[in-house]
């Protein structure tokens, strides 16, 4: 909760140090998300949505701040596999899945205006994960006295939110061109900079109750459009 008053406090913030009125809009666009993959055999990006509002503080003639509340798709394709050995009997469970983790993110990104229309940003962007589902089928092949056996079970809605971390934070960079006052095309990459995972003992961290202590970093490709009202 902390974290989320920080956010919306950065957003309040740029009030103080608007130099005329601030603009308000809306933006939406498309994502494509992927993951670090430690701990995956492969994981590819998948393609997502975000939209939701802003608004535009002039701080001076060329500098701006633009504090955001979108909601934000990110995610996966993933694979990994896990084997263990009981009592003389080989398990290997191997899973394929889409992995779909909503966010409500806060990015504040700081702009400067290199033309008139064209111009530069670069920011901090804060994330609350508000679901996590994934899709896909897990193959189980079981081997004991050099006889196997292959079972495959197909899901379409496992829910994950306990397994990974309420908070995320990332840093963004992009670039953006105004057509006019009001429409604008956005581009933007964001690098995440904590491990989505949770702690074994339930709390936001670094080491993974969910890819066996695994890091692992959201990492995303923006590119949408922009109303100013």
Known sequence: MKKLFLGLGLVAGTFAFAQTSPMFGLKAGVNIASISDDGYEDAKSKAGFYGGVFMNAPLSEQFSIQPEVL?????????????????????????????????????????????????????????????????????????????????????????????????????????????????????????GFTDINKKNDGSDGTTSTNNDNNKNRNNTFQVGLSYKF
């Open 71 to 191: 909601y934000s798709q990110m995610g996966a394709k993933v694979t990994g596999t896990n084997t263990y050995t009981v009592a003389g009997v080989t398990t290997t469970n191997k899973n394929s899945a889409s992995l779909n983790l909503d966010y409500i993110t806060v990015p504040v990104m700081f702009q400067f205006k290199a033309t008139p229309n064209f111009y530069l940003e670069a920011g901090p962007e804060f994330g609350f994960l508000v679901g996590a589902k994934s899709k896909g089928d897990t193959t189980t092949t079981t081997t004991s006295g050099g006889a196997s056996t292959t079972t495959t079970e197909s899901y379409s809605s496992r829910d994950m939110k306990d397994n990974f971390s309420s908070f995320n934070m990332g840093a963004g960079l992009g670039l953006g061109f105004n057509f006019t006052e009001n429409f604008g095309i956005n581009a933007r990459y964001v690098a």
